[in-house]
Protein backbone atom coordinates (compact mmCIF):
# COMPACT_ATOMS: atom_id res chain seq x y z
CA UNK A 1 0.00 0.00 0.00
CA UNK A 2 1.28 3.35 -1.25
CA UNK A 3 2.31 6.02 1.81
CA UNK A 4 0.81 8.71 0.22
CA UNK A 5 -2.61 6.36 0.44
CA UNK A 6 -2.33 5.87 4.16
CA UNK A 7 -1.80 9.46 4.73
CA UNK A 8 -4.66 10.25 3.05
CA UNK A 9 -6.21 7.74 5.52
CA UNK A 10 -5.00 9.20 8.46
CA UNK A 11 -6.69 13.03 7.24
CA UNK A 12 -10.04 11.46 5.76
CA UNK A 13 -10.93 9.02 8.13
CA UNK A 14 -10.14 9.83 11.67
CA UNK A 15 -13.66 11.09 12.32
CA UNK A 16 -14.21 6.72 12.71
CA UNK A 17 -10.80 5.12 12.87
CA UNK A 18 -10.52 4.47 16.16
CA UNK A 19 -10.50 0.39 16.99
CA UNK A 20 -13.54 -0.90 18.78
CA UNK A 21 -12.03 -2.25 22.23
CA UNK A 22 -15.27 -1.71 24.79
CA UNK A 23 -14.82 1.61 24.67
CA UNK A 24 -16.00 5.23 23.17
CA UNK A 25 -14.90 5.56 19.65
CA UNK A 26 -12.68 8.61 18.55
CA UNK A 27 -14.29 11.75 17.90
CA UNK A 28 -14.19 13.82 14.59
CA UNK A 29 -11.38 14.67 13.10
CA UNK A 30 -9.23 18.54 13.17
CA UNK A 31 -10.09 20.42 10.12
CA UNK A 32 -7.79 19.74 7.42
CA UNK A 33 -7.18 22.24 4.54
CA UNK A 34 -9.29 21.84 1.52
CA UNK A 35 -6.27 21.90 -1.13
CA UNK A 36 -4.63 19.46 0.74
CA UNK A 37 -6.87 16.90 1.16
CA UNK A 38 -7.65 17.20 -2.97
CA UNK A 39 -3.93 16.51 -3.45
CA UNK A 40 -4.15 13.38 -1.17
CA UNK A 41 -7.10 11.90 -2.94
CA UNK A 42 -5.51 12.35 -6.12
CA UNK A 43 -2.65 10.82 -5.39
CA UNK A 44 -4.20 8.40 -3.78
CA UNK A 45 -6.11 7.59 -6.57
CA UNK A 46 -3.12 7.52 -9.04
CA UNK A 47 -0.86 5.10 -7.29
CA UNK A 48 -3.06 2.42 -6.52
CA UNK A 49 -3.31 -0.39 -9.28
CA UNK A 50 -5.51 -3.44 -9.45
CA UNK A 51 -4.62 -6.17 -8.98
CA UNK A 52 -7.27 -8.30 -10.32
CA UNK A 53 -10.76 -7.21 -11.49
CA UNK A 54 -13.20 -9.31 -8.81
CA UNK A 55 -16.19 -7.21 -10.72
CA UNK A 56 -17.53 -9.75 -12.60
CA UNK A 57 -15.07 -12.89 -11.54
CA UNK A 58 -16.65 -16.10 -11.59
CA UNK A 59 -14.90 -18.04 -9.01
CA UNK A 60 -14.53 -22.13 -9.28
CA UNK A 61 -18.22 -23.62 -8.88
CA UNK A 62 -18.72 -25.56 -5.27
CA UNK A 63 -21.71 -27.69 -5.48
CA UNK A 64 -21.72 -28.01 -1.66
CA UNK A 65 -20.91 -25.06 0.45
CA UNK A 66 -19.63 -25.08 3.96
CA UNK A 67 -20.39 -22.65 5.68
CA UNK A 68 -19.51 -21.34 9.24
CA UNK A 69 -20.90 -18.37 11.10
CA UNK A 70 -19.54 -15.73 13.38
CA UNK A 71 -22.24 -13.95 15.12
CA UNK A 72 -25.03 -15.17 16.37
CA UNK A 73 -27.63 -12.97 17.54
CA UNK A 74 -30.39 -12.02 15.92
CA UNK A 75 -29.46 -11.80 12.32
CA UNK A 76 -26.80 -14.58 12.75
CA UNK A 77 -29.42 -17.09 13.87
CA UNK A 78 -31.54 -15.95 11.48
CA UNK A 79 -28.79 -16.26 8.51
CA UNK A 80 -28.80 -20.29 10.06
CA UNK A 81 -32.11 -20.65 9.49
CA UNK A 82 -32.51 -19.51 6.33
CA UNK A 83 -29.67 -20.95 4.82
CA UNK A 84 -31.05 -24.22 6.02
CA UNK A 85 -33.61 -24.40 3.71
CA UNK A 86 -31.10 -23.81 0.72
CA UNK A 87 -30.03 -26.85 -1.49
CA UNK A 88 -26.33 -27.52 -1.33
CA UNK A 89 -25.36 -25.76 2.29
CA UNK A 90 -23.68 -27.61 4.76
CA UNK A 91 -23.50 -25.40 8.07
CA UNK A 92 -20.50 -26.97 9.40
CA UNK A 93 -19.25 -24.22 12.27
CA UNK A 94 -20.52 -21.95 14.72
CA UNK A 95 -18.91 -18.98 16.50
CA UNK A 96 -19.95 -16.38 18.70
CA UNK A 97 -18.30 -16.01 22.30
CA UNK A 98 -21.55 -16.59 23.88
CA UNK A 99 -22.69 -19.88 24.92
CA UNK A 100 -25.95 -19.41 24.81
CA UNK A 101 -26.24 -17.81 21.66
CA UNK A 102 -24.78 -21.00 19.99
CA UNK A 103 -26.19 -23.41 21.92
CA UNK A 104 -29.68 -21.60 20.64
CA UNK A 105 -28.66 -21.73 16.59
CA UNK A 106 -27.39 -25.77 17.95
CA UNK A 107 -30.12 -26.24 18.83
CA UNK A 108 -32.25 -25.41 16.02
CA UNK A 109 -29.92 -27.65 14.04
CA UNK A 110 -31.19 -30.49 15.75
CA UNK A 111 -34.66 -29.68 15.70
CA UNK A 112 -35.19 -29.63 11.85
CA UNK A 113 -32.61 -32.83 11.93
CA UNK A 114 -29.67 -31.12 10.79
CA UNK A 115 -26.32 -32.58 11.27
CA UNK A 116 -24.29 -30.89 15.03
CA UNK A 117 -21.82 -28.03 13.56
CA UNK A 118 -18.55 -27.44 15.42
CA UNK A 119 -18.66 -25.17 18.15
CA UNK A 120 -16.40 -22.35 18.59
CA UNK A 121 -17.49 -20.17 21.82
CA UNK A 122 -16.37 -18.79 25.29
CA UNK A 123 -13.41 -16.25 24.07
CA UNK A 124 -13.67 -13.32 21.80
CA UNK A 125 -11.05 -14.49 20.02
CA UNK A 126 -12.29 -17.45 19.27
CA UNK A 127 -13.54 -16.58 15.47
CA UNK A 128 -9.98 -17.05 14.40
CA UNK A 129 -9.63 -20.49 15.00
CA UNK A 130 -13.00 -20.65 13.20
CA UNK A 131 -11.97 -19.03 10.11
CA UNK A 132 -9.05 -21.42 10.10
CA UNK A 133 -10.72 -24.93 9.55
CA UNK A 134 -9.75 -26.38 6.24
CA UNK A 135 -13.15 -27.84 5.10
CA UNK A 136 -15.00 -24.68 4.99
CA UNK A 137 -15.65 -22.29 1.89
CA UNK A 138 -17.80 -18.97 2.93
CA UNK A 139 -17.56 -17.17 6.40
CA UNK A 140 -21.06 -15.91 7.31
CA UNK A 141 -19.81 -12.63 9.34
CA UNK A 142 -23.14 -11.21 11.92
CA UNK A 143 -20.93 -9.52 14.66
CA UNK A 144 -20.17 -5.34 15.49
CA UNK A 145 -19.51 -2.99 12.79
CA UNK A 146 -15.79 -2.70 14.19
CA UNK A 147 -15.34 -6.27 13.91
CA UNK A 148 -16.29 -6.87 10.35
CA UNK A 149 -13.14 -5.62 8.20
CA UNK A 150 -11.16 -7.67 10.59
CA UNK A 151 -12.94 -10.87 10.35
CA UNK A 152 -13.55 -10.63 6.37
CA UNK A 153 -10.02 -9.76 5.76
CA UNK A 154 -8.73 -12.88 7.86
CA UNK A 155 -11.01 -15.41 6.20
CA UNK A 156 -10.72 -14.01 2.94
CA UNK A 157 -6.07 -15.11 3.77
CA UNK A 158 -7.15 -18.71 4.90
CA UNK A 159 -8.85 -19.31 1.43
CA UNK A 160 -12.39 -18.71 2.22
CA UNK A 161 -15.26 -16.79 0.41
CA UNK A 162 -17.18 -13.79 2.58
CA UNK A 163 -20.51 -13.04 3.26
CA UNK A 164 -20.40 -10.09 5.70
CA UNK A 165 -23.29 -7.85 7.21
CA UNK A 166 -23.63 -4.14 6.98
CA UNK A 167 -21.49 -2.25 6.90
CA UNK A 168 -18.51 -4.00 5.32
CA UNK A 169 -16.33 -0.98 6.52
CA UNK A 170 -15.91 1.51 9.16
CA UNK A 171 -12.99 3.62 7.83
CA UNK A 172 -11.22 3.97 4.22
CA UNK A 173 -8.43 2.06 5.62
CA UNK A 174 -10.27 -0.87 5.76
CA UNK A 175 -12.41 -0.43 2.63
CA UNK A 176 -8.94 -0.54 0.42
CA UNK A 177 -7.89 -3.82 2.67
CA UNK A 178 -10.73 -5.31 2.24
CA UNK A 179 -10.57 -4.68 -1.82
CA UNK A 180 -6.65 -5.42 -2.01
CA UNK A 181 -7.30 -8.63 -0.09
CA UNK A 182 -10.07 -9.97 -2.30
CA UNK A 183 -8.04 -9.22 -5.70
CA UNK A 184 -5.04 -10.96 -4.55
CA UNK A 185 -6.51 -13.81 -2.72
CA UNK A 186 -9.62 -14.30 -5.73
CA UNK A 187 -12.09 -14.54 -2.84
CA UNK A 188 -15.56 -12.89 -2.93
CA UNK A 189 -16.17 -10.67 -0.21
CA UNK A 190 -19.86 -9.83 -0.51
CA UNK A 191 -21.61 -6.96 1.82
CA UNK A 192 -24.92 -8.82 2.76
CA UNK A 193 -27.30 -5.44 1.85
CA UNK A 194 -30.88 -7.43 1.95
CA UNK A 195 -32.18 -4.24 0.44
CA UNK A 196 -31.00 -4.65 -2.58
CA UNK A 197 -33.71 -7.87 -2.75
CA UNK A 198 -36.58 -6.09 -1.52
CA UNK A 199 -39.18 -6.94 -3.77
CA UNK A 200 -40.04 -3.01 -4.39
CA UNK A 201 -36.43 -2.60 -5.42
CA UNK A 202 -35.82 -5.72 -7.34
CA UNK A 203 -39.02 -4.11 -9.54
CA UNK A 204 -37.57 -0.92 -10.12
CA UNK A 205 -34.07 -1.99 -10.71
CA UNK A 206 -36.14 -4.09 -13.68
CA UNK A 207 -37.77 -1.28 -14.70
CA UNK A 208 -35.05 1.02 -14.84
CA UNK A 209 -33.35 -1.25 -17.12
CA UNK A 210 -36.17 -1.98 -19.49
CA UNK A 211 -35.85 1.64 -19.78
CA UNK A 212 -38.92 3.09 -18.15
CA UNK A 213 -37.81 5.92 -16.64
CA UNK A 214 -35.49 6.98 -19.14
CA UNK A 215 -32.62 8.49 -17.78
CA UNK A 216 -32.15 8.31 -14.21
CA UNK A 217 -31.51 12.05 -12.92
CA UNK A 218 -31.63 11.62 -9.52
CA UNK A 219 -32.40 8.67 -6.42
CA UNK A 220 -32.45 8.86 -2.89
CA UNK A 221 -32.41 6.60 0.05
CA UNK A 222 -32.80 6.72 3.60
CA UNK A 223 -32.45 4.98 7.27
CA UNK A 224 -34.80 6.48 8.96
CA UNK A 225 -35.39 4.18 12.18
CA UNK A 226 -36.04 5.06 15.95
CA UNK A 227 -33.54 2.86 17.62
CA UNK A 228 -33.22 4.78 20.35
CA UNK A 229 -34.96 1.87 22.78
CA UNK A 230 -32.83 -0.95 21.05
CA UNK A 231 -29.73 1.61 21.72
CA UNK A 232 -30.09 1.87 25.21
CA UNK A 233 -31.77 -1.38 26.16
CA UNK A 234 -29.92 -3.15 29.00
CA UNK A 235 -28.76 -7.08 28.30
CA UNK A 236 -30.53 -10.02 30.09
CA UNK A 237 -29.42 -12.69 31.57
CA UNK A 238 -30.58 -14.13 28.40
CA UNK A 239 -26.83 -13.91 26.44
CA UNK A 240 -28.73 -16.02 23.24
CA UNK A 241 -31.06 -13.25 21.58
CA UNK A 242 -32.53 -10.40 24.34
CA UNK A 243 -33.08 -7.88 21.61
CA UNK A 244 -29.95 -5.61 23.15
CA UNK A 245 -26.79 -4.89 21.07
CA UNK A 246 -23.99 -6.90 22.82
CA UNK A 247 -21.91 -4.86 24.78
CA UNK A 248 -23.69 -1.61 23.86
CA UNK A 249 -22.08 -1.83 20.93
CA UNK A 250 -24.29 0.29 18.30
CA UNK A 251 -24.83 2.92 21.25
CA UNK A 252 -21.35 3.39 21.95
CA UNK A 253 -21.21 4.15 17.78
CA UNK A 254 -23.37 6.97 18.15
CA UNK A 255 -21.84 8.05 20.91
CA UNK A 256 -18.90 9.76 19.13
CA UNK A 257 -19.38 10.03 15.07
CA UNK A 258 -21.15 12.37 13.32
CA UNK A 259 -22.47 11.46 9.99
CA UNK A 260 -24.63 8.94 7.92
CA UNK A 261 -23.22 6.21 10.02
CA UNK A 262 -25.65 3.50 8.20
CA UNK A 263 -25.97 4.16 4.92
CA UNK A 264 -25.74 0.64 2.80
CA UNK A 265 -29.94 0.33 3.53
CA UNK A 266 -31.28 2.96 1.22
CA UNK A 267 -28.05 3.44 -1.02
CA UNK A 268 -27.21 0.02 -2.50
CA UNK A 269 -30.23 -0.32 -4.36
CA UNK A 270 -30.27 2.92 -5.95
CA UNK A 271 -26.30 2.53 -6.90
CA UNK A 272 -27.52 -0.72 -8.75
CA UNK A 273 -30.30 1.01 -10.71
CA UNK A 274 -27.66 4.36 -11.75
CA UNK A 275 -25.06 1.50 -12.34
CA UNK A 276 -22.46 3.01 -9.99
CA UNK A 277 -19.28 1.18 -10.64
CA UNK A 278 -20.97 -0.75 -13.89
CA UNK A 279 -21.16 2.31 -16.16
CA UNK A 280 -20.78 5.47 -13.44
CA UNK A 281 -19.01 6.07 -10.48
CA UNK A 282 -19.55 8.68 -7.40
CA UNK A 283 -17.74 11.35 -7.92
CA UNK A 284 -17.43 13.33 -4.22
CA UNK A 285 -20.16 14.59 -1.75
CA UNK A 286 -21.16 16.82 0.85
CA UNK A 287 -23.06 15.44 4.16
CA UNK A 288 -24.50 17.79 6.87
CA UNK A 289 -26.11 16.83 10.41
CA UNK A 290 -28.54 18.31 12.99
CA UNK A 291 -27.31 18.25 16.63
CA UNK A 292 -28.66 15.93 19.02
CA UNK A 293 -32.07 16.81 20.47
CA UNK A 294 -32.91 13.10 21.52
CA UNK A 295 -29.96 11.19 22.46
CA UNK A 296 -28.20 12.66 25.06
CA UNK A 297 -31.36 13.63 26.88
CA UNK A 298 -32.60 10.19 26.97
CA UNK A 299 -28.66 9.30 28.45
CA UNK A 300 -29.13 11.51 30.62
CA UNK A 301 -32.44 10.21 32.55
CA UNK A 302 -31.73 6.86 32.51
CA UNK A 303 -28.21 7.35 34.13
CA UNK A 304 -30.37 9.25 36.84
CA UNK A 305 -31.75 6.43 37.73
CA UNK A 306 -29.72 3.41 36.54
CA UNK A 307 -26.11 3.73 37.77
CA UNK A 308 -25.46 1.33 34.43
CA UNK A 309 -26.45 4.54 32.28
CA UNK A 310 -23.80 6.65 33.73
CA UNK A 311 -20.64 6.22 31.30
CA UNK A 312 -23.50 6.88 28.53
CA UNK A 313 -24.09 10.52 29.69
CA UNK A 314 -22.72 13.75 28.96
CA UNK A 315 -21.35 11.91 25.47
CA UNK A 316 -21.28 13.92 22.14
CA UNK A 317 -24.15 11.99 20.54
CA UNK A 318 -24.60 12.77 16.71
CA UNK A 319 -27.28 14.88 15.47
CA UNK A 320 -31.29 13.28 14.74
CA UNK A 321 -30.80 13.64 10.69
CA UNK A 322 -27.82 13.77 8.60
CA UNK A 323 -28.22 14.30 5.12
CA UNK A 324 -25.75 13.31 2.53
CA UNK A 325 -25.74 14.40 -1.27
CA UNK A 326 -23.47 12.61 -3.73
CA UNK A 327 -22.51 13.57 -7.32
CA UNK A 328 -21.69 11.41 -10.19
CA UNK A 329 -19.38 11.27 -12.65
CA UNK A 330 -22.07 11.22 -15.10
CA UNK A 331 -23.78 14.30 -13.24
CA UNK A 332 -26.51 12.45 -11.25
CA UNK A 333 -27.42 12.56 -7.88
CA UNK A 334 -28.07 10.67 -4.29
CA UNK A 335 -29.67 11.84 -1.35
CA UNK A 336 -28.85 9.37 1.54
CA UNK A 337 -30.29 10.57 4.84
CA UNK A 338 -29.52 8.61 8.31
CA UNK A 339 -32.45 9.03 11.36
CA UNK A 340 -32.24 6.39 13.88
CA UNK A 341 -33.39 8.70 16.75
CA UNK A 342 -36.67 10.49 15.88
CA UNK A 343 -39.95 9.94 16.21
CA UNK A 344 -40.88 9.34 12.52
CA UNK A 345 -42.25 6.27 10.65
CA UNK A 346 -39.51 3.75 8.88
CA UNK A 347 -38.46 4.37 5.79
CA UNK A 348 -35.60 3.83 3.53
CA UNK A 349 -36.78 6.16 0.71
CA UNK A 350 -36.08 4.62 -2.36
CA UNK A 351 -36.90 7.14 -4.79
CA UNK A 352 -36.29 7.03 -8.85
CA UNK A 353 -36.18 9.85 -10.41
CA UNK A 354 -35.96 9.66 -14.52
CA UNK A 355 -36.37 11.69 -17.51
CA UNK A 356 -39.67 9.19 -18.13
CA UNK A 357 -40.89 8.33 -15.05
CA UNK A 358 -40.50 8.43 -11.11
CA UNK A 359 -40.98 5.52 -7.89
CA UNK A 360 -41.06 6.00 -4.64
CA UNK A 361 -41.66 3.20 -1.61
CA UNK A 362 -42.02 5.24 1.46
CA UNK A 363 -44.57 6.62 2.58
CA UNK A 364 -46.67 3.63 1.49
CA UNK A 365 -48.09 2.43 -0.19
CA UNK A 366 -44.92 1.70 -2.93
CA UNK A 367 -46.19 4.30 -6.33
CA UNK A 368 -45.19 4.92 -9.34
CA UNK A 369 -45.63 7.60 -12.03
CA UNK A 370 -44.92 8.34 -15.96
CA UNK A 371 -46.64 11.72 -15.93
CA UNK A 372 -47.97 13.87 -13.40
CA UNK A 373 -50.70 11.13 -11.77
CA UNK A 374 -49.49 7.87 -10.40
CA UNK A 375 -50.60 4.47 -11.62
CA UNK A 376 -54.14 3.09 -10.31
CA UNK A 377 -53.88 -0.25 -8.71
CA UNK A 378 -54.85 -1.92 -12.02
CA UNK A 379 -51.78 -0.68 -13.40
CA UNK A 380 -49.09 -0.66 -10.69
CA UNK A 381 -50.65 -5.11 -11.28
CA UNK A 382 -50.07 -4.58 -14.63
CA UNK A 383 -46.09 -3.33 -13.92
CA UNK A 384 -45.87 -5.71 -11.51
CA UNK A 385 -46.77 -8.89 -13.87
CA UNK A 386 -44.34 -7.60 -16.28
CA UNK A 387 -41.68 -6.08 -14.84
CA UNK A 388 -41.54 -9.05 -12.24
CA UNK A 389 -37.51 -9.61 -12.60
CA UNK A 390 -37.51 -13.74 -13.16
CA UNK A 391 -35.45 -14.10 -9.79
CA UNK A 392 -38.47 -13.32 -7.85
CA UNK A 393 -40.33 -15.68 -10.10
CA UNK A 394 -37.96 -18.21 -9.31
CA UNK A 395 -37.90 -17.33 -5.32
CA UNK A 396 -40.08 -15.05 -4.36
CA UNK A 397 -43.13 -17.02 -3.04
CA UNK A 398 -40.74 -19.36 -0.75
CA UNK A 399 -38.90 -16.12 0.22
CA UNK A 400 -42.26 -14.71 1.95
CA UNK A 401 -42.72 -18.51 4.12
CA UNK A 402 -38.94 -18.65 4.99
CA UNK A 403 -38.98 -15.28 6.24
CA UNK A 404 -36.08 -12.42 6.93
CA UNK A 405 -37.82 -8.79 6.67
CA UNK A 406 -40.23 -10.12 4.55
CA UNK A 407 -38.13 -12.42 2.25
CA UNK A 408 -35.76 -10.19 0.84
CA UNK A 409 -33.15 -11.62 3.51
CA UNK A 410 -33.74 -15.40 2.08
CA UNK A 411 -33.71 -14.18 -1.65
CA UNK A 412 -30.36 -12.61 -1.19
CA UNK A 413 -29.31 -15.78 0.45
CA UNK A 414 -30.23 -18.17 -2.23
CA UNK A 415 -28.88 -15.79 -4.91
CA UNK A 416 -25.42 -15.89 -3.47
CA UNK A 417 -25.46 -19.67 -2.88
CA UNK A 418 -26.66 -20.13 -6.32
CA UNK A 419 -23.94 -18.32 -7.67
CA UNK A 420 -21.54 -19.94 -5.47
CA UNK A 421 -22.16 -23.17 -6.48
CA UNK A 422 -22.79 -22.87 -10.31
CA UNK A 423 -19.41 -20.23 -10.19
CA UNK A 424 -21.33 -17.45 -11.34
CA UNK A 425 -20.06 -13.50 -10.60
CA UNK A 426 -21.83 -12.05 -7.49
CA UNK A 427 -24.85 -9.34 -7.64
CA UNK A 428 -22.40 -7.41 -4.75
CA UNK A 429 -18.63 -7.19 -5.09
CA UNK A 430 -16.35 -6.44 -2.65
CA UNK A 431 -15.84 -2.53 -4.64
CA UNK A 432 -19.63 -2.31 -3.86
CA UNK A 433 -19.40 -2.97 -0.01
CA UNK A 434 -16.28 -0.96 -0.18
CA UNK A 435 -17.82 2.17 -1.63
CA UNK A 436 -21.66 1.86 0.00
CA UNK A 437 -19.56 1.95 3.16
CA UNK A 438 -17.30 4.40 2.53
CA UNK A 439 -20.25 6.53 3.01
CA UNK A 440 -20.11 6.85 6.69
CA UNK A 441 -16.38 7.89 7.44
CA UNK A 442 -16.36 10.25 4.23
CA UNK A 443 -19.66 11.80 5.86
CA UNK A 444 -18.07 12.36 9.17
CA UNK A 445 -15.17 13.80 7.26
CA UNK A 446 -17.61 16.78 5.85
CA UNK A 447 -19.84 17.08 8.56
CA UNK A 448 -16.56 17.81 10.86
CA UNK A 449 -15.37 20.11 8.28
CA UNK A 450 -18.48 22.54 7.47
CA UNK A 451 -20.08 20.35 4.86
CA UNK A 452 -16.82 20.77 2.53
CA UNK A 453 -17.25 18.28 0.16
CA UNK A 454 -15.00 15.71 -0.13
CA UNK A 455 -13.66 13.22 -3.12
CA UNK A 456 -14.74 9.75 -3.15
CA UNK A 457 -12.66 7.11 -3.92
CA UNK A 458 -12.60 4.75 -6.99
CA UNK A 459 -12.52 1.10 -5.51
CA UNK A 460 -12.77 -0.25 -9.15
CA UNK A 461 -9.07 1.47 -10.38
CA UNK A 462 -11.19 2.73 -13.33
CA UNK A 463 -12.80 -0.51 -14.56
CA UNK A 464 -16.04 1.04 -13.72
CA UNK A 465 -15.78 1.99 -17.17
CA UNK A 466 -16.27 -0.88 -18.47
CA UNK A 467 -18.09 -3.58 -15.61
CA UNK A 468 -21.17 -5.33 -17.15
CA UNK A 469 -24.45 -5.26 -14.59
CA UNK A 470 -24.73 -8.16 -12.84
CA UNK A 471 -27.70 -10.33 -13.60
CA UNK A 472 -31.03 -10.62 -12.16
CA UNK A 473 -32.91 -12.39 -14.66
CA UNK A 474 -31.06 -15.95 -14.09
CA UNK A 475 -29.73 -15.79 -17.73
CA UNK A 476 -27.22 -18.18 -15.74
CA UNK A 477 -27.87 -20.30 -12.85
CA UNK A 478 -31.07 -20.32 -10.81
CA UNK A 479 -31.04 -24.08 -10.43
CA UNK A 480 -30.60 -23.91 -6.93
CA UNK A 481 -33.31 -25.76 -5.34
CA UNK A 482 -35.64 -24.65 -2.16
CA UNK A 483 -35.67 -27.47 0.48
CA UNK A 484 -39.02 -27.75 1.90
CA UNK A 485 -40.42 -25.31 4.57
CA UNK A 486 -40.97 -27.77 7.77
CA UNK A 487 -41.69 -24.84 10.36
CA UNK A 488 -43.64 -21.82 10.39
CA UNK A 489 -42.16 -18.43 10.63
CA UNK A 490 -43.30 -18.37 14.46
CA UNK A 491 -42.04 -21.63 15.23
CA UNK A 492 -38.78 -21.07 13.48
CA UNK A 493 -37.96 -17.85 15.94
CA UNK A 494 -39.58 -20.11 18.75
CA UNK A 495 -36.16 -22.53 18.44
CA UNK A 496 -33.85 -20.23 19.24
CA UNK A 497 -35.22 -19.17 22.68
Avoid at 113 to 137: H, S, V
Avoid at 359 to 385: C, F, N, V
Avoid at 421 to 428: E, F, S, T, V, Y
Wanted: charged residues 25%.
Amino acid sequence: MKSNRRNFLKTATAAGAGAFAGSFLAGCAPKSPESQLSAILDSARKNYVQKFNMSGYAAPPVPTIRVGFIGLGDRGSGAVQRLSYIEGVEIKALGDMRPAAVGGSQKYLSRIGRPEAMEFTGDENIWQKLEELPDLDLIYICTPWALHAPMAVRAMENGKHVACEVPLSRTIDEAWQLVETSERTKKHCMMLENCCYDFFELLTLNMARQGMFGDIVHGEGAYIHNLVGNNFRKPSDDQASDGAYTGMWRLRENAERNGNLYPTHGLGPVCQIMNINRGDKMDYLTSMSTIDFTMGAHARQLAAGDPFFQPFDGKNYRGNMNNTLVRTSLGKTILIQHDVSSVRPYSRLHVVSGTLGYASKYPEPERITMGHDWLGEEEMKQMREKFTPEIVRRVGEMARKVGGHGGMDFIMDWRMIDCLRNGLPLDQDVYDGALWSSIAPLSEWSVANRSQSIDIPDFTSGSWKTNKPHDINLEKGGNTLVLEVKESKEEMQMSIN
